[in-house]
C-alpha cells in the first residue's frame, strides 16, 4: 500500500521520486529515481546510519567517494559505504538518471521531502530554477536530519 503524500520533489536541478518511502518497506529502506540535469547533483556530504547506493540509469555521472573521483554510466553501481563523504554530478549534455536506495532511508526521506520542493505526482521534466536555492534552509534540515553538506572546494567560508 502506498502513502497518500507527494512521491516527486525537486531539489538543486533533481527530480526526486520516491517509488518507495521507508513506511511502505517495513522502516528498512527508501527507493528514489533520481532525474539530474547536466551540471547538477548533489554536494559532498556524509551521514552516520545510513547505507546509500546508486544505480545509473541513464546518463553519464562523476561520484566523488572516499577522496577518488570517478567516472560511471548506465549499469554502473556505486555503494557509499557508511559515513563516507561522497558527492555526484551529471556530466553528460542530456540529464542522467539514477535508481537511489536509503537504508533504513528515514533521514533521507525527511531531507528530500522537507528541502525539496513537492511537485505534481507524475512530474518529469526538471523545472528550471526560479532562483539561488536557499542554502541556508537545506543546510538546516540537513542538519535536523543527521546530515553534514560540506562547502565545495574553492567556496568562501
Known amino acids: ?15 526526486l521520486t520516491f517509488h518507495a518511502f521507508p513506511a511502505e518497506t517495513g522502516d528498512r529502506c527508501t527507493i528514489v529515481e533520481i532525474k539530474t540535469a547536466p551540471g547538477a547533483g548533489a554536494p559532498p556530504n556524509h551521514h552516520a546510519g545510513e547505507d546509500e ?13 572516499n577522496g577518488e573521483t570517478s567516472k560511471v554510466s548506465i549499469g554502473d553501481f556505486v555503494k ?3 559515513g563516507a563523504v561522497h558527492a555526484f554530478t551529471c556530466i553528460g549534455q542530456s540529464p542522467g ?8 532511508g528515514a533521514m533521507h526521506d525527511t531531507f528530500f ?9 507524475g512530474t518529469i521534466d526538471i523545472p528550471a530554477p ?4 536557499d542554502i541556508p534552509a537545506i543546510m538546516a534540515v540537513a542538519e535536523k536530519t543527521g546530515m553534514t ?5 574553492g567556496a568562501p567560508a
Open 53 to 65: 547506493s546508486f544505480y545509473v540509469l541513464e546518463g553519464e555521472f562523476e561520484f566523488f567517494l
Open 130 to 133: 526560479d532562483g539561488p536555492p
Open 80 to 82: 557509499v559505504p557508511d
Open 97 to 104: 538518471r539514477l535508481l537511489c536506495v536509503n537504508a533504513p
Open 149 to 153: 553538506i560540506l562547502a565545495p572546494q
Open 1 to 15: 500500500m502506498t502513502e497518500s503524500r507527494p512521491r516527486t520533489y525537486h531539489l538543486l536541478g533533481n527530480l
Open 113 to 121: 521531502t522537507e528541502a525539496g520542493e513537492a511537485m505534481p505526482d
